[in-house]
């Protein structure tokens, strides 16, 4: 067998990346970062995170990172408003967080983990065996080979990583761009959810005391035939042909531009090499679905890796990455093309825009949308016949172990699965002593009445168990060795 560089190679240092690597590190799990770029990006395309990331955030202790954060309560879909928080923990996201301020956190995070982060390294070719992969890359010192276990590329909308796997990205090419400005020395009236006139639509965001984001989308321009991004005098003219303001004045920070291009991976998986973040899934940036879709796929191959590479992962537990988060990607993909119709559509358009505003008015469709935009709805699945909880995310709830209060989100620091045993009984704990070496057992009492249940939690905060209204522990040694391996023999 050749030697090993590290267990995990990830092509891609952006948030997704970086977030795979802190799980990886977490579980002891070595982990080397190739990114092309020899600093860090300061441009932000994204500017918040949504609420299934706040708490995928503050499962691993990172959310007090960032300081104060300011949600935003009120949301759209497709430019109808809603009120987000019909569901529990719902909002339209995080307000005025730059992606680079993100990245730094999770960097620090992943590093001071054990990390290694290698930038001016650009991963340009891999072959895989059954024992491991080999990539090929360009770095300052030269071209070098190096070797792991598995690879995952993170490394965004035109992967290297995806297209030397030879994994299809079939959907839709760009129809519509949009310009986008970061300017500075003007004032102008804030259009956070965006504003929409029969010439187009334009966002305006503010970016700081000292800075305005401007998004402009300029109906019957196309898509211009080039990668590059559009010049300030473009995005000044588009903006001021949609709204009659001139802002050409401005002083441009940043110019950039995205687009309506819908496309999404056939497979997330070919052999011992994953795809993840932009590398599996493109769409129009619309409610911060991007980079928090590319968080929830790291979250839940993270802890698969490990157990995989530790030897105690059931079989199948790595192609549950792909049949879990798939149908994440594709429900992002459907329901970006829908607002992209209902809110950049022309008249044309208007029946649906009518359709969806009645439908709107009812509870029940605000609910399936607003779970659908925010991931609050994900659901992997259950038995017909199980609790109702197996599948979904766990809320965060307070708790009170040993006396200290906790809480719930708190014992999923350390990104192990987590049997949380509130029956103050030892039958529980006896129950699972056989796979005492990967899961923890914590005894706690619950401060909220609807919180008191005994749960298994899987490391990426989705619930795996339920113990019945009685307390009984059926069907927790077949849950256990479901996703977390066979059980240790005694002795």
Known sequence: MEPLDADVIISGAGPSGLMLAGELRLQGISVI???????????????????RTIEEFGQRGLLQEFGELETIPFGHFGGLP???RIVEGGNFGVRGVPQSRTEAIIHKWAVGLGAELRRGHELTGLTQDEDGVTVEVAGPQGPLTLRAKYLVGCDGARSTVR??????????????????????????KLRPTGEVGEAGMVVVLPLGPQATRVVVYERGAGVRATQEPPTFTEVAEAFQRVTGEDISGAKPLWT???TDASRHAESYRSGRVFLAGDAAHIHLPIGAQGISAAVGDVVNL????AAELKGHAPEGL????????????????WNTLVQRTLYLGGPEADPLRGLFAELVELEDVRTHLVGMVTGLDIDYGSAEGDDPLIGR????????????????????????????????????????????????????????????????????????????????????AEALTKWFGEPRRAG
């Not at 970062?33 to 609420?51: C, H, I, N, W, Y």
């Not at 297209?163 to 970061?182: C, L, N, R």
């Not at 993270?302 to 890796?305: A, D, F, M």
């Not at 790595?318 to 993909?333: A, F, K, M």
Request: net charge negative.
């Open 163 to 188: 297209k030397q796997a030879g994994i299809d990205f079939p959907g839709a090419s760009a129809t519509i761009e949009m310009k986008m400005a970061d300017v500075a020395g003007v004032q102008l």
């Open 33 to 51: 970062v190739l990114d092309k770029l020899t600093e860090p990006m300061l441009q932000s395309r994204a500017l918040g995170f949504s609420a």
């Open 393 to 476: 995310r766990l809320p965060d709830a307070a708790l009170t172990v040993d006396g200290t209060a906790t809480s719930r989100y708190e014992l999923l620091h350390a990104g192990r699965p987590l049997l949380l045993d509130l029956t103050g009984g030892a039958e529980l704990k006896a129950a699972a002593e056989p796979w005492a070496d990967r899961v923890d057992v914590v005894a706690a009492s619950a401060a909220e009445e609807r919180a008191a249940r005994t749960l298994l939690v899987r490391p990426d905060g989705y619930v795996a168990w339920a113990a019945a209204e009685d307390g009984s522990t059926a069907g927790l």
């Open 318 to 333: 790595l192609d549950t990455y792909h049949s879990e988060r798939h149908l994440v990607g594709s429900r992002i993909v």
């Open 82 to 84: 809603i009120d987000y």
């Open 256 to 258: 950039s531009y995205f």
């Open 302 to 305: 993270g802890w698969k890796l």
